[in-house]
């Protein structure tokens, strides 16, 4: 189901720029994942990882920059 969440909030960010500009504004993807959550996205962190090969050490990039968004 998670997995479902990320690949909507994937299509819902692409299809809406607003949402994507919004999430880019988290400072850190503790922020962004909480942010995903208020707008019905339920995923944690390690699932948005997962599904996006995404390593903590990346993190220091801007959230732009994650795979997807």
Do not use: C, H
């Not at 690949?7 to 942010?35: C, G, H, S, W």
């Not at 903590?56 to 959230?63: F, N, R």
């Amino acid at each position: 189901m998670s997995q479902e969440q990320v690949a909507r909030l994937y299509r819902a960010a692409k299809a809406d720029p607003t949402i994507k500009e919004r999430l880019n504004q988290a400072p850190n993807i503790e922020t962004f994942v909480a942010m995903a959550k208020e707008l019905g996205f339920e995923f944690t962190v390690e699932e948005w990882q997962k599904m996006t090969s995404f390593q903590v050490e990346e993190l220091e990039s801007e959230l732009s920059e994650i795979p997807g968004l």
